[in-house]
């Protein structure tokens, strides 16, 4: 169920910590979401200056900087660093995406970083994605098949059957799309959220794959599917380029299809 004002303890009411840099002609200020659970503090932004020609390029090379010699509580996730697991999903100036793959020189003014929106926070920039995951679980994202394999080998494609999983499964599971979409917000109890639906896609668009029928079943569901309304807001944050809301598309032309 929606709510539309934070709990007391989730307002930003502290002031946070300033740290500046001194003696640096390229400065860059960084505000940064901070909550630590057993501090009993409601959450707080904390500034950072750092001298942007001692620091690299990118978002998570400042944070990186930031929690080496600054503070070492900074607590955010990355792994990769190359746009591919998916960890440092947070929202800077506004939008969701990657700090691995976001120039700082891309974003204006004082950069300021929280996590990602609509999801429970376990510590400063790092939101609680066992929902997310639940729901991933929950469309049995593997290769489900009822006859057995041909001659014992693989289950071959042909390359135009292969092709059509291009733009699927290139995503990373890094939430940007879910938690920009307004129809996720509201109510992710229920609506599977534009990542998930594209993960369910990717498997009902592979030829090897004999439970169409099934998982078209388990979506076709007033809240589950139906309550994307196309506001591309998924499409638009995507770090990797993909377009969910397509594939959401696609999924509905199917229910419509085997309904005819
Ligand atoms: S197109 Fe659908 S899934 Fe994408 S942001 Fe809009 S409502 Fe959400
Ligand atoms: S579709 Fe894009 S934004 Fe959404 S989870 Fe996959 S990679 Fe991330
Ligand atoms: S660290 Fe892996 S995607 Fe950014």
Redesign the pocket.
Known sequence: MATFTLPKNSKITPKGKAHTVQGASRVQKFRIYRWDPDSGQNPRYDTFELDLDQCGPMVLDALVKIKNEIDPTLTFRRSCREGICGSCSMNMNGKNGLACTTSIEDLKGEIRITPLPHMDVIKDLVPDFSHFYAQYASIRPWLQTATTTPSGKERLQTPEQREKLDGLYECILCAC??T?????WWNSDKFL??AI?LQAYRWLADSRDEMAGERLDQLEDPFRLY?????????NVCPKGLN??KA?AETKKMLVERAA
């Open positions: 799309c879910s920009a979409c307004p129809s996720y959220g534009p639906l309550r994307c309304h196309t506001i591309m807001n998924c499409a969910p809301a959401i």
